[in-house]
Structure formats: C-alpha cells, structure tokens
C-alpha cells in the first residue's frame, strides 16, 4: 500500500524555508515602517510651521503659540489665542505617528509677545518608530540630526540650532 502525504522532514524543511524567508523580509518591513514615520514627522513640523506663521499673524498680540496645544483645539473647535484650529487634535496633543512633538514660544519681548518658536520631533521609541529627530524654528528651516544619543525627547532651540539643514 502507498502512503500520501509529506513525511516530518519535509515538513521541517518547508517551514524552515518559510522562516528564513520572514527573517529577510521583516528588518525591511521595520526600515520601511520608519521611513514613512519620518516622513509624517516632516510634514507634521511643515504644518506646525505654518501654523505658527497663521498664528503670529491672526494674534499679534500673543506673537508665536506658548505651546503646541495653543495651535490646536477640541472638536468642535473656536478659534481664539488658547485654541486656534490650526492643526489636528493628534498632532496638538504632542504624539503622532510614532513621533513626539513639540512647539514653545521662545524670546518673550518687553510687551509680553513670543518672538520666536521651536517646533521638533523625536521617535517614540529610538530604532522602531524612527531614528533621526527633526526640528525648525521661526526661520521654518527644518533641521534634522541623526539622533546618536538615541533620545525621544524632542530638541531645545539650542539643539534644533546646532542640526543639518535638512535637504
């Protein structure tokens, strides 16, 4: 009589092969998962930039936000200086796609009006959710460092100052 089927060792075989082939694909998955969060920290500081410009120019009063939250707001959102609609409610609450951010008027003058900004963005976690941190100030010249330090706590002005221009 003649067995069907596969015997044990084929079997291992077939799922060895199967690992190997995971084992090849998943370090790629994580670079491409990384790359497309640094890409969203990029275009997340774009648009905390042009906040900050829409919000020093509808509050002149006030100059640049205090902080992050001041560019965001609850839904439904009214705008004013605490609350000024300008970016979504994830990015405003300082976590969003795997980054931190954040955005503080800096440089207050005599009459009380932030003059300058630093926005940044640091990985949630170093080497999973990204690897570089990225930052712009009042110039929105966005800046980058490749993070050796390894934190995920977003720059200070004097670091964002001290980053590559990033091309």
Not at 104 to 130: E, H, I
Not at 131 to 156: E, G, Q, V
Request: aromatic share 8%.
């Amino acid at each position: 009589m003649h067995k069907r089927g596969f015997t044990l060792i084929e079997l291992l075989i077939v799922i060895a092969i199967i690992l190997i082939v995971a084992a090849m694909a998943i370090p790629n998955l994580l670079h491409s998962r990384i790359a497309a969060n640094e890409a969203s920290a990029v275009s997340s500081i774009r648009a905390i930039n042009s906040a900050e410009v829409s919000y020093h120019a509808a509050y002149p009063t006030h100059g640049y936000a205090v902080k992050l939250a001041d560019l965001g707001g609850p839904s439904p959102c009214t705008p004013g200086p605490a609350s000024a609609c300008l970016v979504d409610r994830f990015l405003a609450q300082g976590v969003k796609s795997g980054y931190n951010f954040v955005s503080t008027g800096t440089d207050r003058a005599s009459n009380g009006v932030l003059m300058n900004y630093t926005a940044s963005a640091a990985p949630v976690t170093y080497n999973q959710s990204g690897s570089r941190w990225f930052c712009s100030m009042s110039d929105t010249i966005i800046r980058y460092s490749a993070n050796i330090s390894r934190s995920t706590t977003p720059a200070s002005t004097t670091e964002c100052q001290s980053a590559s221009p990033l091309e």
